[in-house]
């Protein structure tokens, strides 16, 4: 078995028993003065002893609930309440600082950072956390996930003041405090989703999302069927995306051009009207729908979106070559003429060089010579005379960075975004 934990702040509070409820129906069988007995029974029964129950603790909490006769009555404190369960897995109390200052807030999160082991499964209970310890948690885990690779199973909270004011709840019978377990993991959950779209956005890696479609949608609402509906849903957009990046990163314009990029916006609808994912996950959805969506255009315009597309995520090279072969596809588009053979494609390519500089028929040579109507014809062509300026600076600097930098002339780094930024902008405002 995976080892696994539950993790829980013991506060110094002299706490009123209650019996826990979650919302699958379970209920504690006897009234309980500490949330982590319920805790400890409804998810550590079955764990093996490669597992633990960490309790962390300062020095105030130990003597009032972790020991006996806390608070200066009979009592029976944690320590020995979850001793009593007979459980298999291992029980620690690990003291910490107060948290008073900046330097014990930093030692409570390298205390509790520690104590995680690699690729341990975590449950954690923050009903009597410090004010500031969820945020700091939260903050912890994704630390933890990254450096240990810890897998976050679930954040639960009792809301012991859903019962009332204190002096309220002593009145009501011990058997009759129904303290519900409010089950917050999709909030670490939607954070994690937000990452792994924000890794999208920047780095247009698909990896963290389909990592996390692997998982159950967190949804408590949807059924069996429909979650696997939900899953279905989002593996096919993921797939998607992933092609999109990988036709781009990978220079496949013909895929690009043909891709069916209003299939995935009106997915992505389609997910938002039939709830196939939680509401606070629809502006994430739009965000990725807004990406897409100037792809979703017709030619000059696609090829633009398509060069900011390279732009935003440092694709260069994939730029030039993805721009020079689009000029050349969408001219032989406007001219009806097949854009997969290699003949007609260097006649267009020709054909730019010899309308930009003007070079007389008689000096034309290679594919221009051996296709010289099909020359004729784009040199005709308006699209080639308006475009045939950016073409060049293309040429230029396609072959400097295919060159490697290494010729006398090549232009530094900053010079060729330049230059190649200037090209997008009069492509974007038709200023060529």
Request: charged share 25%; hydrophobic share 40%.
């Amino acid at each position: 078995m995976d080892s696994k934990v539950l993790i829980s702040i013991l506060g110094n509070n002299d706490y009123l028993e209650c019996r826990h409820t979650f919302d699958n129906g379970w209920v504690g069988d006897i009234p309980v003065k500490y949330i982590q007995e319920d805790l400890a029974k409804y998810f550590c029964s079955d764990w093996d002893n490669n597992s633990e129950i960490r309790i962390f603790l300062t020095e105030d909490a130990k003597k009032k609930n972790w020991l006996d006769d806390g608070h200066n009555v009979p009592n029976e404190g944690l320590q020995k309440r979850l001793e009593q369960l007979k459980l298999e897995v291992n029980i620690k109390a690990i003291n910490i600082p107060t948290g008073n200052n900046q330097q014990e807030i930093w030692e409570i999160f390298k205390i509790i950072h520690n104590s995680f082991r690699e690729n341990e499964e975590v449950i954690i209970d923050i009903t009597h956390a410090f004010r500031y310890l969820p945020l700091l948690l939260t903050i912890l885990l994704n630390y933890s996930k990254l450096i240990k690779n810890i897998k976050v199973m679930g954040i639960y909270y009792a809301a012991f003041e859903s019962l009332g004011s204190i002096n309220e709840i002593r009145k009501i019978d011990t058997n009759k405090r129904l303290v519900p377990i409010f089950n917050l993991t999709a909030f670490v959950e939607l954070q994690d989703w937000t990452l792994a779209t924000f890794d999208y956005f920047n780095n247009t890696n698909t990896s963290a999302l389909t990592e996390l479609v692997k998982a159950e949608i967190p949804n408590s609402g949807n059924t069996k069927d429909k979650m696997n509906e939900d899953v279905i849903s989002l593996k096919k957009l993921i797939r998607s995306l992933d092609e999109i990046s990988n036709n781009i990163a990978l220079c496949r314009g013909s895929e690009i051009f043909k891709y069916k990029y209003d299939s995935i916006i009106e997915s992505i609808e389609n997910m938002k009207q039939k709830a196939r994912v939680p509401e606070p996950f629809f502006p994430l959805l739009d965000s990725i729908k807004n990406k897409i969506q100037p792809l979703n255009s017709e030619l000059i315009n696609k090829l633009v979106a398509l060069a900011d597309w390279c732009l935003n995520h440092k694709l260069y090279q994939q730029a030039i070559t993805l721009l020079q072969e689009s000029l050349i596809t969408l001219l032989l588009i406007n001219e009806n003429t097949d854009t997969s053979i290699k003949s007609n494609r260097e006649a267009a390519s020709s054909s730019y060089q010899i309308y930009s500089e003007k070079i007389p028929a008689s000096n034309w040579k290679g594919a221009a010579v051996k296709n010289k109507k099909l020359t004729e014809k784009f040199l005709a062509s308006t699209f080639l005379q308006k475009y045939s300026k950016a073409y060049n600076k293309l040429t230029a600097i396609r072959n400097d960075v295919n060159h490697g930098g290494f010729l006398a002339e090549a232009r530094n780094v900053e010079s060729i975004k330049c230059k190649l930024e200037n090209v997008i902008f009069s492509l974007k405002h038709n200023s060529i």
